[in-house]
């Protein structure tokens, strides 16, 4: 896998663990990516498309950063070229939660100001026009303080800053 005009093959998803009652991990990788479309959408940004090799990076990062008891980004070595966004909560939450968590960072901000604003890169990587794909994992056990951990994977990616200026812009900015 690489950031490519090749599409990610088709793999079965990994079986979870997760406390009694809790949402399963299909349920959130559905959820993720319907919000991550309702988003897009707004943009004029066409739909992701879930890919299991994403899902496996990110679910294998998740439960690698809860093992380990910290709180990073994967090497880009890990990553093949996707881009990535990181999230802690507490408790299990939606896909729909998890989103809003990332895109809430657009708002107060208009588009010119959004392009020169450090640390959007979240929003960036959810509303990101060129990006085909995600992958979406939570980790089975908590971590770094008593946190679940949640990973997105996203090709192509939107990290490189000289490539801001050309994300697409919000209908409602």
Known sequence: MGCSSTKPKERATIVESLPKGSKSLITLRNETLAAHNKFRKLHGAPPLKLSPDLNTMAQKWADYLADKQVFEHSPESHRFGAGENLAGHSDI?????????????????????LMAKTGIG????????????????????????????????????????????????????
């Open 93 to 113: 939450i939606t896909g729909n939660e998890l989103v809003d968590m990332w895109y809430s960072e657009i708002m107060g901000h208009n588009s010119a100001n």
């Open 122 to 173: 979240h929003v960036n990587q959810v509303d990101w026009k060129d990006c085909t794909h995600i992958g979406v994992g939570r980790s089975s056990s908590r971590g770094m303080n008593d946190m679940y951990i949640y990973v997105a994977n996203y090709l192509p990616t939107n990290t490189r800053q000289e490539q801001l200026g050309t994300r697409t812009p919000s209908k409602g900015w």
